[in-house]
Each structure stands twice: as C-alpha cells, then as structure tokens.
C-alpha cells in the first residue's frame, strides 16, 4: 500500500475537528442548519491552516445523505466520494495552472449542468489570485447569479490581489496562523497516534518552526520521525530539522551581554561549519530578544514567550542583568539584518558583522553601574608647550607655553569659553555653560568630572538616544547631535544643523537630552550646544599697557626673548609707533584751518601711516604662535581685532 503523508491522513473531515478556526466554523455549522447557506464563498489566510480542508468539509455538509447538516457522517456514498476526490459534483481547480479566460469560459458552460450525484455541485478554486484580469471579468456573472445549486468556495493566500468585485460578491471568511498551543496540541495528538515518542522541548521546537500552519507543523514531526526512527528527543529535533535550537541562541546572547566577542564570533563559525543557515540563526536571535524584551516589560510572565520550559530560566537570568536600551539596538540591529540577509553575497560576513555590533552594544555602560565610581584615566605630565588631546577633548583645557611680547585676550564667539596667555605662562579654556537655564549652579555638574569621561559618553551615546521619548527629540538626535565636550561645567552637545541647535536648545527639549544622560549614567549635566560645521569666531584684544615695559618688551624685560627675536622687534616697532601715533592724535588733533595742502596731505599721510602700522600689528596678532595654537585648538577663524 502506498504511504500517505501525516497531514493527508490526519486532513480535519468534520467542522469540530479543524483546530484554531472556530470563527469560521461555527459561522458555517450555523448558517448549514439555519439553511442560509451563500452561494460563493471566499476562504483566505496563511498557508497550512485548513482553507482547503474546510471547503471539502463543507461541500460533505451539502451533500451528505443525512443532510445538508453541521455534522457530516463521512460514512455515506456522497461524503465517501467528497473525501476520496472522485466525486463528480466537487470539482477542485487550481487557478496557479488553468488562470485563463478560456478556462473559466469552460467553467461557464458547464456550471449550467444540474448535478449529477451530489445534491450541490461545489466549485473549489484554489489559489484564486492567480486568474487574470480577462478570467476575473468573465466569472463575474456566473458568480454573482449562478444556477441553483451550485456554490463556489474561493481559496486565496492574497486577498489583497482579489478584483473588488469579486470580494463583493463572496462571503470572506479570514483564516488565522495557528498558536504555538494549538499546534503542540495537534503534534502531540498524531504523534500519540502513530505511536512516536516525543520530548516536550521538541514538540514546542517543531511548533514553532510550523510557523503557525498546521500541515507544516505534521510535515516536520515526520520528517523528525523519519531521522531518529520513531523517538524524537530535542537533539535529534535540532538536527533533523537543521536549526540552531534554544540553547545556542541563549548561550550567544550571554555572549553578547557579556562582551566575548570572540566567543560570539567562534559559536558562528561553528553553526555554519555545522551547516546551519546564518540568517535564521539570527531570526532565532531575534526572536530571543523579543522573549527577553516581553519579559522585563510584562513582569517576567512566561506565558506571553514561546520558548521551552528550560530556556525560562536563562531568559529571566539575562533578563535582569541586561538594560532595555540594549534590548532595542539589538532588535534594530537584528531586524536590519534580516533585510541585509536577502540580498548579501556573504552570508558568513553579515552575521560576523552582526555579531560585532551586537557585542559592542552589550560593552556599553549598564544603568546598574551607575552607583559605581568609573576610573579616571591618569592624566600625563606634559612639558611646557605641549598640548594634552585628552585634556582638550574631556576637561575642556589645555596648557601651553608661552613667549608672547604683550597681553592678548580672547573671546571666543559661538562656543561658549574664553581663552587668556601671558608672557610665559599657560594659557586655558573655561566653558561657561548656560547652566543657570537648566537650573543648575555653575561650575556644578553633579559627579561628571570625577566619574565619567567624554568618551565613556560617547560610547554610551546611543543609550541615550534610545532613553529619549519618540516624537521630535528623539528625531534631533537620530543622525545629529553627539558630545564633543565635557568640562567642569557641563556637556557640550555639537550639531551640524543650525535648525536642529535650535530646536535642541528649547528648555523642555533640553530638560528631555539632560534626562535621559541622567537615566543612562545617573549624572546630570548642564547642556550647553554648538554648530559643528560652521568655525568659531574668535575676537583679540591687544591691550596698551598690560604686560609691556616703556621699551616695548614684556614684563620689564631688558632685551627680546632669545626664543622669538624677529616677533619681538616686530611687535616692539608695531607698539611704539601704535601708541605714538595715538598719543599724538589725542594731544595734537590737528585743526580744520592748519591742514597743509589743498587737499590735506599731511594729514592723509598720517592716517595712510596710521593705517599701515594698525594692518601691520594686526598681522602680528595673527600670526602670534599663541593665537595659532589657540585656533587650532579651537578649529576657529579670526574676524576682529582690536588695537
């Protein structure tokens, strides 16, 4: 005798057994013996849920000796026939091979025949979106108005391909994807039936790869049956079924959570040398965060995941160690990769990817470090005239030596800070952040300085983003608006978007950023925000009696310092002609009648004079090493000197 598959001998022949459909069942008992039964129907949903078995059990209601009744006996000559496939009023067409207009032509004419055996001739036309426009248009009529006694069953996957016409004319009934329950209920039923030994592990393991249809669910109980000879245990289920199982998928997310990229990177290599396919490993990682996701929101409820009784225990454990924020980036993360995964030449390559990324969100500081004191790197000693890069971009201040031959102070227009040099002394920046806004006192930013640093900010960036909620603050800081200072008197927050710094520095969209570094880290920071594109412009102010001695060297100095000489007698020549020609034009201002010349001469050769030395300890300033380093430091641009 010829073998039958599960799902064929196990296909429902009566309305009560069809498993996870009883809206659509009762609908059709109550209408058969109410005696209300439509003339087309439309039967659409997932595959392997029963849309075809229930229009063969409802064409046996119809034409079931007894009937038409709810309850078929499946024992007559018509629902022996109906059941068999050979009975001549039930006809089965598949509309993916005979789509044409001529085909449904054919129908039309011999719909008008009355039945031969049965007392309904049942039309079931499977696949029906696959007809064409010319064939939907000629079966309008014919299933608006049909003959007496005939009744179409429509089975489709896309109703949404369906002419609008046609649903119109059809009673929809929508099919649902069965539950993990259901279909453990079903697969232990046969599988007692056929007399297979089967773990609950494995059970729920094949339930869920049935994804949510019933024939696949029994497709892939014979297929395990078939490799381990009739005893199912979870191991041979893995293996049969070519999975990666629970237990891989929790032993690589400790090794996310954890930060063993290595570890990570080697269970990979291990599945696809194993044969396993890389993407639906990394749906079923997916699927794992979902569980932990569902676990930490809900109260740790098991009944809302679909795992097995022995993976509980590890999702709880690393449900209460790993941050929510986490949680998400590993969900984006992992949902754009399973996009990436359709079309990528280098499956191996993508997951390896994947898997780096996924590790490094797990190394980000976690919310129940913040009570712990982060270790400051030690600061290096520097000599004089040396810059600190890390002092620059975590403290907000730099040192630098200095032989500057008089008094320059600047202003630093657009960030806010200020930078001051002396002869031989160090120059440094302070930020003055609006802190008095964010209702904070100045110079006070709760344990930032002594317990985080600009990097650690800037590797948990991305939890803070997440920590924002959705609406326009989360929007600002998707794809601009990253820390790029951190100094004794709050954050400083860069934008390339001069729109976007505006918006970000409204009070309560402040309050918003200020918030969630503080959920992160547990510090709060006074914000403060810059353009990054646009250079800061900075003003100098070189001041006349500050630092020079009467004969134009610093600080009383008898000589220029050995160091500069050429900038020391430039500078002295700019100054003494500067304050000479000042001191003569505020004690001998020329009147009107003693201009010399018809056209003033003298006194246009001493304003052209004046002009030349103002230009020429202009570019003094300009080209100070002081100023040069200042600019360099500050990425800034000079557009005003006062002399």
Partial sequence: MTYVSLYRRFRPQTFTEVVGQDHVTRTLRNAI??????????????????????????????????????????????????????????????????????????????????????????YIIDEVHML???????????????????????????????????????????????????????ILKVAEAEGIEIDKDAVRLIAIGAQGAARDAL??????????????????????????????????????????????????????DSGHDPAMFLRDVLEHFRSLMVLQSC?????????????????????????????????NVLSAADSEMKYSASPQLTAEVVTIKLVHLGGLPMPEKQGKKLTEEPKEDLPAGEVSAKEVGSTGSISAGSTSTGSISAKKVGVPGSISTSPA??????????????????????????????????????????ALKPGIEKTLYCEDGIPV??????????????????????????????????????????????LAEEPHDVQFHLESGNGFSGNGFPNGAESPPESHPADAELHTECREKIMSDAEDGDSEEPEPDSVSGDNGSDLVDHEEELAENLRRAREAVREHPTVKAALSVFKGRVFKIEV
């Fill in 425 to 466: 002394s160090t120059a440094s920046v302070s930020s003055v952040s609006d802190s008095k806004a964010d209702g904070m006192t100045p110079g006070v930013a709760s344990k930032s300085s002594a317990e985080l640093s600009l990097g650690q900010i800037q590797a948990g960036w991305s939890q803070v983003v997440a």
């Fill in 485 to 530: 200072e951190l100094n004794e008197d709050g954050l400083v927050i860069s934008f390339e978007d001069d729109v976007k710094k505006e918006l970000a520095s409204e009070r309560r969209r402040k309050k918003s950023i200020q918030d969630a570094i503080e959920k992160v880290f547990g510090v709060r920071f006074a914000i403060s925000f810059i």
């Fill in 299 to 331: 109260g740790f409820k098991p009944d809302l995941i679909d795992v097995p009784e022995t993976a509980v225990e590890s999702l709880k454990r690393q449900a209460e160690v790993i941050p929510g924020a986490l949680i998400l980036e590993a969900i």
């Fill in 219 to 272: 497709g892939l109980l014979e297929q395990c049956a078939a490799y381990t000879g009739g005893k199912i245990a979870y191991e041979d289920a893995v293996a049969a079924l070519g999975v990666a199982g629970f237990r891989k998928a929790v032993e690589y997310c400790d090794a996310v959570i954890s930060g063993d990229l290595a570890g990570a990177l080697i269970l990979i290599r291990e599945l696809i």
């Fill in 132 to 186: 064409t426009q010319e064939a939907f248009n000629a079966l309008l009529k014919t299933l608006e108005e049909p003959p007496e006694r005939v009744v179409f069953i429509l089975a489709t996957t896309e109703p949404h391909r369906v002419l609008a016409t046609i649903l119109s004319r059809c009673q929809r009934f929508d099919f649902r994807r069965l539950t993990i329950s259901e279909l453990s209920g079903q």
């Fill in 33 to 122: 013996a109410a005696g209300r039964t439509s003339h087309a129907y439309l039967f659409c949903g997932p595959r392997g849920t029963g849309k075809t078995s229930v229009a063969k059990v409802l064409a046996k209601a119809l034409n079931c000796e007894s009937g038409p009744t709810p309850d078929p006996c499946c024992k007559c000559e018509g629902c022996t026939r109906v059941q068999e496939g050979r009975s001549m009023d039930v006809i089965e067409i598949d509309a993916a091979s005979n789509r044409g207009i001529d085909e449904i032509r054919d129908l039309r004419e011999r719909v008008k025949f009355a039945p031969v055996e049965e007392r309904y001739k049942v």
